[in-house]
Nanobody, 122 residues
């Protein structure tokens, strides 16, 4: 069993900053890509940013230049630094990781955190 535990989030004024962290815990697992998704009320869940094991990153256009994703492979942790936040960034943010439990040859599956609320006031 592998769990993703998120921390961070909260309420901030527009223009402010927040940092989200997500750590994977369990035994005998390997992580491939990690990322952050968000879902605002009445909207579909969307990819905000992801990062490969080698450090290649990908961002949603609307967050480019404001958000930075990073990971610590030794700690099985991914962080999303969010600067210059806007009210439209308000959403529940979910950590995602592609995880394989067991030896090579088995498939990776998507694992999700419980979600953390980010609210940006105008």
């Amino acid at each position: 069993q592998v769990q993703l535990v998120e921390s961070g989030g909260g309420l901030v004024q527009a223009g402010g900053s927040l940092s989200l962290s997500c750590a994977a815990s369990g035994s005998r697992f390997t992580i491939n890509d990690m990322g952050w998704y968000r879902q605002a009320p009445g909207k579909h869940r969307e990819l905000v940013a992801d990062i490969t094991g080698g450090g290649a990153t990908n961002y949603l256009d609307s967050v480019k230049g404001r958000f930075t994703i990073s990971r610590d492979n030794a700690k099985n942790m991914v962080t999303l630094q969010m600067n210059s936040l806007k009210p439209e960034d308000t959403a529940v943010y979910y950590c995602n990781a592609q995880i394989r439990v067991g030896p090579p040859g088995l498939s990776f599956f998507a694992s999700w955190g419980q979600g953390t609320q980010v609210t940006v006031s105008s």
